[in-house]
């Protein structure tokens, strides 16, 4: 156990090496002396748009087109209220289209596009809001609208058509939807990530994923499957995605497309999706305060109090980055030949996890204060 928890603390301090060093494929400089950086193996395609200047603060590849996996429900969504008024929305339809932007559900997804066209939906949606790197899935692959290929740059305009053009009542239903966006998809996936894990409050986020195995918030009821690559979009690698609005008024637009290698562990991904996007330049962003550390051991739970007889909140994805708020001693644990009281305080998930899990040698994490009073937020 010693050498595991060597080899791993070893790892995690490579790691943060690794993200203040230029990679080959950074983006530009971006504000306050931050620079992007993609991790190695990561292809990443990145939009961050100001609305206030109405400029780009970040762009890489940018023009690129990924398998949008879950980002496509956007367009299932107002694709099916383009002509249809919010208010006259049969109660069924409104919890399903909700349920499908707030929880990514790929039931209600899978509804809308056998219902309203299945391909067409993206045709008409290209063609309504001008898209120029969207297409529909591949031929051979029609019914799977997570392949329909997107861009960081198309996410942008679709954004910007859901907060400068589209009639209110939508604007208000699809953002209200994607400002309450639960901490995990009904498909059991951990859909913390990324803009939502690297900025506060007022935020709003629609994520994708494709190609992982679910380790977190609860068992998969329909595991990814990888398919091989087609029509010039890569549907092998796994696919992570993180999109949505930042700040006051939705000030910044922020789209965030990544395929990771072979293999690659759903918190790997997260964790190195997470880190780039907190890497961005994103104007009006309140940045999440607290100290990042790695994560170890499979299953993971994040309790409601420091005892492991108090509630399981969630179950973080194996291996993942989290952000600690404070610590504070609780139950004492031991994972031979470890003993350790003190937990740490997660603020993004609302609960505790022993230290004994938290990648760092000692029993009390460095810089971070102890908590003080509770709820800690």
Same mark, same amino acid.
């Given at each position: 156990?010693?050498?595991?928890?060597?080899?791993?603390?070893?790892?995690?301090?490579?790691?943060?090496?690794?993200?203040?060093?230029?990679?080959?494929?950074?983006?530009?400089?971006?504000?306050?002396?931050?620079? +992007?950086?993609?991790?190695?193996?990561?292809?990443?395609?990145?939009?961050?748009?100001?609305?206030?200047?109405?400029?780009?603060? !970040?762009?890489?590849?940018?023009?690129?087109?990924?398998?949008? $996996?879950?980002?496509?429900?956007?367009?299932?969504?107002?694709?099916?209220?383009?002509?249809?008024?919010?208010?006259?929305?049969?109660?069924?339809?409104?919890?399903?289209?909700?349920?499908?932007?707030?929880?990514?559900?790929?039931?209600?997804?899978?509804?809308?596009?056998?219902?309203?066209?299945?391909?067409?939906?993206?045709?008409?949606?290209?063609?309504?809001?001008?898209?120029?790197?969207?297409?529909?899935?591949?031929?051979?692959?029609?019914? /799977?609208?997570?392949?329909? $290929?997107?861009?960081?740059?198309?996410? +942008?305009?679709?954004?910007?058509?859901?907060?400068?053009?589209?009639?209110?009542?939508?604007?208000?239903?699809?953002?209200?939807?994607?400002?309450?966006?639960?901490?995990?998809?009904?498909?059991?996936?951990?859909?913390?990530?990324?803009?939502?894990? $690297?900025?506060?409050?007022?935020?709003?986020?629609?994520?994708?994923?494709?190609?992982?195995?679910?380790?977190?918030?609860?068992?998969?009821?329909?595991?990814?499957?990888?398919?091989?690559?087609?029509?010039?979009?890569?549907?092998?690698?796994?696919?992570?995605?993180?999109?949505?609005?930042?700040?006051?008024?939705?000030?910044?637009?922020?789209?965030?497309?990544?395929?990771?290698?072979?293999?690659?562990?759903?918190?790997?991904? /997260?964790?190195?999706?997470?880190?780039?996007?907190?890497?961005?330049?994103?104007?009006?962003?309140?940045?999440?305060?607290?100290?990042?550390?790695?994560?170890?051991?499979?299953?993971?739970?994040?309790?409601?109090?420091?005892?492991?007889?108090?509630?399981?909140?969630?179950?973080?994805?194996?291996?993942?980055?989290?952000?600690?708020?404070?610590?504070?001693?609780?139950?004492?644990?031991?994972?031979?030949?470890? *003993?350790?009281?003190?937990?740490?305080?997660?603020?993004?998930?609302?609960?505790?996890?022993?230290?004994? /899990?938290?990648?760092?040698?000692?029993?009390?994490?460095?810089?971070?204060? !102890?908590? *003080?009073?509770?709820?800690?937020?």
């Amino acid at each position: 156990m010693s050498s595991i928890r060597t080899r791993l603390a070893v790892a995690a301090t490579l790691a943060a090496i690794t993200l203040c060093v230029p990679d080959p494929v950074a983006a530009g400089a971006a504000g306050g002396g931050r620079a +992007v950086t993609v991790p190695p193996g990561v292809t990443a395609g990145i939009a961050v748009y100001d609305r206030q200047t109405g400029t780009f603060t !970040e762009q890489l590849h940018a023009h690129t087109p990924f398998r949008s $996996a879950s980002v496509v429900k956007l367009l299932i969504a107002l694709d099916h209220l383009w002509d249809r008024p919010v208010a006259t929305l049969p109660p069924e339809d409104r919890e399903r289209l909700g349920i499908m932007l707030r929880s990514s559900d790929d039931d209600a997804a899978s509804h809308y596009w056998t219902t309203d066209g299945g391909s067409a939906i993206v045709r008409r949606m290209i063609t309504r809001l001008g898209l120029g790197d969207t297409a529909p899935p591949p031929a051979a692959h029609p019914g /799977y609208w997570g392949y329909t $290929a997107l861009s960081a740059a198309d996410t +942008v305009t679709i954004y910007r058509h859901v907060l400068e053009a589209a009639p209110a009542a939508v604007r208000a239903f699809v953002m209200d939807n994607l400002r309450a966006a639960t901490p995990c998809g009904t498909d059991g996936f951990d859909q913390s990530f990324g803009i939502a894990a $690297a900025f506060d409050r007022p935020r709003a986020v629609k994520q994708g994923w494709s190609g992982f195995t679910s380790d977190g918030c609860a068992d998969a009821s329909r595991p990814s499957v990888r398919r091989a690559g087609t029509a010039g979009v890569d549907l092998r690698r796994g696919a992570l995605h993180t999109t949505g609005t930042v700040g006051a008024g939705d000030r910044s637009i922020v789209a965030v497309f990544t395929l990771h290698p072979d293999g690659t562990p759903y918190g790997k991904a /997260y964790s190195d999706l997470s880190r780039l996007t907190r890497s961005l330049n994103v104007p009006g962003a309140t940045r999440s305060s607290g100290s990042w550390f790695g994560t170890w051991g499979p299953a993971l739970q994040v309790r409601a109090a420091a005892t492991t007889d108090s509630a399981v909140l969630t179950t973080l994805p194996d291996g993942v980055d989290v952000r600690v708020g404070c610590q504070h001693r609780g139950e004492k644990l031991t994972v031979p030949p470890y *003993t350790n009281d003190w937990w740490s305080y997660l603020p993004a998930y609302g609960g505790y996890v022993s230290n004994i /899990y938290v990648t760092y040698p000692g029993n009390r994490l460095p810089d971070v204060p !102890e908590c *003080t009073d509770g709820p800690h937020a």
